[in-house]
T-cell receptor
Framework: DTGVSQDPRHKITKRGQNVTFRCDPI?????LYWYRQTLGQGPEFLTY????????KSRLLSDRFSAERPKGSFSTLEIQRTEQGDSAMYLC?????????????FGEGSWLTVV | AQSVTQLGSHVSVSEGALVLLRCNYS??????LFWYVQYPNQGLQLLLK??????LVKGINGFEAEFKKSETSFHLTKPSAHMSDAAEYFC????????????FGTGTQLKVEL
């Protein structure tokens, strides 16, 4: 199976620590997205890349959050100085290009618990 | 800006009964509409989508949805529920020129009882 893969699947960290999540999109997909999902809510858009270029960032993405996609392949999402409010599932997704009718394929998510 | 409203955060049906999950959207331009399913501790899987053409869309696992522009709705149905349909269902919208960025509803948890 060559779907979207995310690592780690679960992360427990102490408040104030930094965490990094990795996402490997479907091969040859140019678009890569990050979403955040909290309990009882739908996923919320954070940011997306077209190849290596980060094209849009949500207001949800505070200065403590940074995302990269070097070489237009895998992506990382780093959260610095974590807070309890950062506890959520971070979903990565990819699509072939930016056509708005394209299917977006999601990974299984990375659960973050900040204690 | 676009938005999605899913009426009923929890829906319970008997096995074999009709499933109806409601979704209404607001959009200033013609939308693309999606239904995703999420099983516990997993990511989202596409059930079906509407882009253009036929307004009745068939998806996986026997689900279908009908785009009704006049009602700004995209309700999801399945004639006969199965225990394996128990999951959370999300309706989502993306807009032309919006960068294929999805806006999701808050989800409906479907419970299937014997």
């Amino acid at each position: 199976d060559t779907g979207v893969s995310q690592d780690p699947r679960h992360k427990i960290t102490k408040r104030g620590q930094n965490v990094t999540f990795r996402c490997d999109p479907i091969s040859e997909h140019n678009r890569l997205y990050w979403y955040r999902q909290t309990l009882g809510q739908g996923p919320e858009f954070l940011t997306y890349f077209q190849n290596e270029a980060q094209l849009e960032k949500s207001r949800l993405l505070s200065d403590r959050f940074s995302a990269e996609r070097p070489k237009g392949s895998f992506s990382t999402l780093e959260i610095q100085r974590t807070e309890q409010g950062d506890s959520a599932m971070y979903l990565c997704a990819s699509s072939p290009d930016g056509f708005s009718g394209n299917t977006i394929y999601f990974g299984e998510g990375s659960w973050l618990t900040v204690v | 800006a676009q938005s999605v409203t899913q009426l009923g955060s929890h829906v319970s049906v008997s096995e074999g009964a009709l499933v109806l999950l409601r979704c209404n959207y607001s959009s200033s331009v013609p939308p693309y509409l999606f239904w995703y399913v999420q099983y516990p501790n997993q990511g989202l899987q596409l059930l079906l989508k509407y882009t253009t053409g036929a307004t009745l869309v068939k998806g996986i696992n026997g689900f279908e949805a009908e785009f009704k522009k006049s009602e700004t709705s995209f309700h999801l149905t399945k004639p006969s529920a199965h225990m394996s349909d128990a999951a959370e269902y999300f309706c989502a919208v993306s807009l032309t020129g919006g960068g294929n960025k999805l806006t999701f509803g808050t989800g409906t948890q479907l419970k299937v009882e014997l």
